[in-house]
């Protein structure tokens, strides 16, 4: 069961009332595959910790109305710390995750505020996502009530066996590399939330919730520059295209 943590003042205004947006930005993962305790989230690139460069996008983007974040008990006190340091105003909830993605994303979007029509469901550990990709995907959404970030596959794509033995050559045309946000009506997805328990079925992402309710999501390029940071060379990568955004930014 979700628990409220932290409620503040009603969020900032953004967007209007058939558009109003969340962002449920989930950040209760384990980082087993970071090799260190400490929740990877909480790791810094360039001096800033990774869910605070995720949670200033949401707070900059214009289109997001409310911020909800999902994470372990033990993190809370950090996150609300990050909340104070760097002003992220619309960040009202904490909720405790669940025992995997596809429930903490649920235990998330069931704590939004009442007026809100749809939800970036985002991973807290995405921290290249730029205010002006959030943006892009809220407004596919608003069209066709489902999309996503993304980026459209150009190498060559290969089949294997677990001993890593090809076995086909893939076609690589029309496929694309799922990111976040993955941006929703709130109807359209309590109705795949829905489904998916009755069904006992388990998804990898949120689009493949829509996807087994038999709607169809939206893609939207957002460059492979916007990685999530899962192992040591993740880290370092962002902070190679940090510096460089940095330095075109003077």
């Known amino acids: 069961m979700s628990n409220v943590f932290y409620s503040a003042a009603r969020a900032l205004r953004g967007g209007d009332e058939k558009t109003a947006t969340a962002a449920v930005i989930l950040a209760a993962g384990k980082s087993t595959r970071m090799g260190k305790k400490q929740n990877k989230q909480l790791l810094t690139v360039n001096g800033v910790p990774v869910l605070a460069h995720t949670l200033m996008a949401y707070q900059k983007c214009p289109h997001i109305r409310q911020i909800v974040v999902v994470a372990r008990q033990q993190d809370f006190p950090a996150i609300v710390e990050l909340r104070q340091a760097y002003g992220i105003k619309k960040m009202t909830k904490l909720v405790v995750g669940g025992k995997d993605r596809q429930e903490s994303a649920r235990f998330g979007v069931s704590q939004v505020d009442p007026e809100i029509r749809f939800v970036a469901i985002t991973d807290g550990a995405r921290c290249l996502t730029t205010p002006e990709e959030v943006s892009s995907v809220c407004l596919r959404a608003y069209k066709f009530q489902a999309a996503s970030a993304g980026h459209l596959i150009t190498s060559s794509v290969k089949r294997a066996?677990?001993?890593?033995?090809?076995?086909?050559?893939?076609?690589?045309?029309?496929?694309?590399?799922?990111?976040?946000p993955q941006v929703f009506h709130v109807a359209l997805y309590n109705a795949a939330i829905h489904?998916?328990?009755?069904?006992?079925?388990?998804?990898?992402?949120?689009?493949?919730?829509?996807?087994?309710?038999?709607?169809?999501?939206?893609?939207?390029?957002?460059?492979?520059?916007?990685?999530?940071?899962?192992?040591?060379?993740?880290?370092?990568?962002?902070?190679?295209?940090?510096?460089?955004?940095?330095?075109?930014?003077?």
């Not at 066996?161 to 976040?180: H, K, P």
């Not at 489904?195 to 919730?209: I, M, S, V």
């Open 161 to 180: 066996t677990n001993m890593g033995m090809i076995t086909e050559s893939v076609d690589r045309d029309g496929l694309w590399e799922a990111q976040t």
């Open 195 to 250: 489904k998916a328990l009755g069904d006992g079925f388990e998804a990898t992402d949120d689009n493949q919730l829509i996807e087994h309710l038999g709607y169809q999501v939206k893609m939207v390029e957002c460059g492979r520059d916007n990685i999530k940071i899962t192992t040591p060379d993740d880290l370092a990568l962002a902070k190679a295209i940090l510096t460089v955004r940095e330095k075109k930014s003077k």
